[in-house]
Structure formats: C-alpha cells, structure tokens
C-alpha cells in the first residue's frame, strides 16, 4: 500500500520568515495530494491540495509544489505568521484499487516565533 | 466543501464499555471514512463505509472492535467497544467532497480509564 512520509517532525521559525515542508510517497498510482491544519482540540482543516497533472499551486501565502518524477511534493508557507503555528499533515490518495483512501504522513509541528 | 457534525466531540468512559461516535453529513456522500489520530500521532485509517454494503476495514482493524453503521448517504456511527486504555484517542469521521476534496469532522476526544 501506499507509505507516506514527511519531514520535518517541528520546525521553529520568526514571524516573516518562510516555512518549507517535504513529503515523499511510494505509490505511482496515487493522483491527489492535499494538506490540511489541525489546530488544538480541532480536526483537520484542508489549506491546499494539488492533483497530479499540475506541478504547482498557489494560494496566496501557500503554495503547493508536485514533482510526479520524484515522487515528493511540499508546502511553502511565505511571510509566516503566529496564527499559522499548528501541526501540518501531508496525504495521498491511493488509486487503483485502493481508489479513495488518503494515506497520511507523520505531521509537522509548525512553532511561529513572533 | 460538506459540512460534518460529529458527536460527541469528547468522552470519558470507564474501560470494558462501548461508545458510539455519530457522523451527520449536510449532504449526500458516497463514502464515508473514520479515521483513529493516538495521542501526538497521525491519522490511521479505521475503515470505509458505503451506504447499503458492509465497511471495509484496514489492516488491524476489526468489526468486533469497532462495528460501523452506514444507514443512509448522510450518516453513520462508529462503535468503539469493549475499550480498554489503549482506545484513548480522536476519532474523526471524514467524506469525499463532490470537488474530489477531503473534508473532516471535529473529531471525538475519546479518554478510557
């Protein structure tokens, strides 16, 4: 099945500064590749998502990078602020015959420094 | 994106009970997931649950354990039974938006003791 894995665990950062997080995954197959926020006491909220047939988007401060080749996509987060400070998760959605399951990786801890 | 209601949004049950999870989704979904997130971990997917057939449960998983119900494209209960302190964790519900995005519920801190 699908594996999924993501790097940094914590990454500490000032406000303004940039946030890069990486992720890799195992299957070829897989074709939608979203990335939530979960704040305490709170479930996952979607931030952006890119699929498969797009090499990058962007969303304001956050963008989305796919390299298909590679088999790893990233999420940069640009003029970081403390309200972006949270856990960031990464996923993929397996196709084939795991058609719609989301696979995701181990999550960031996300500390902005104001 | 849908809209999820989940309940209870937390618990704490005495260890060899049952608690059951509800999922109201505002519109008609073909899939629904429930997803386990342990303390400080990443999400684990429990089972799929299709409206009319039988959840499909990931590796590790067990309909003895956790009996899901599926009775219309808006709702559906997860059961957690017969818990034990391992069980401590957020259970979270999760449907297929008509865009092909992911959306979660709130989720339910579960503490056994």
């Known amino acids: 099945g699908e594996n999924v894995e993501q790097h940094p665990s914590t990454l500490s950062v000032q406000e303004g500064d940039s946030a890069v997080i990486k992720c890799t995954y195992s299957?070829?197959?897989?074709?939608?590749f979203p990335w939530y926020k979960q704040e305490l006491g709170k479930g996952p909220q979607l931030i952006i998502d890119?699929?498969?047939?797009?090499g990058e988007k962007k969303d304001q401060r956050i963008a989305v990078t796919l390299n298909k080749t590679a088999k790893h996509f990233s999420l940069h987060i640009t003029e970081t602020q403390p309200e972006d400070s949270a856990v960031y998760f990464c996923?993929?959605?397996?196709?084939?015959?795991?058609?719609?399951?989301?696979?995701f990786g181990q999550g960031t801890i996300l500390t902005v420094h104001p | 994106s849908a809209v999820i209601s989940q309940k209870p949004s937390r618990d704490i049950c005495q260890r060899g009970t049952s608690l059951t999870i509800q999922c109201q989704v505002d519109?008609?979904?073909?899939?629904m997931f429930w997803y386990r997130q342990q303390p400080g971990q990443s999400l684990t997917l429990i089972a799929t649950?299709?409206?009319?057939?039988?959840?499909?449960?990931e590796s590790g998983f067990v309909i003895d354990k956790f009996p899901i119900s599926r009775p219309n494209l808006t709702f559906s209960t997860l059961t957690v039974s017969n818990m034990s302190p391992e069980d401590s964790s957020i259970y979270l519900c999760?449907?297929?938006?008509?865009?092909?995005?992911?959306?979660f519920g709130s989720g339910t801190r579960l503490t056994v003791v």
């Open positions: 999760s449907v297929e938006d008509q865009g092909g995005g992911y959306t």
């Open positions: 299957d070829s197959a897989s074709n939608y």
């Open positions: 890119i699929r498969s047939n797009v």
């Open positions: 996923a993929a959605k397996a196709g084939g015959t795991s058609y719609g399951k989301l696979t």
């Open positions: 519109s008609q979904v073909t899939m």
């Open positions: 649950a299709n409206q009319g057939s039988e959840a499909t449960y």
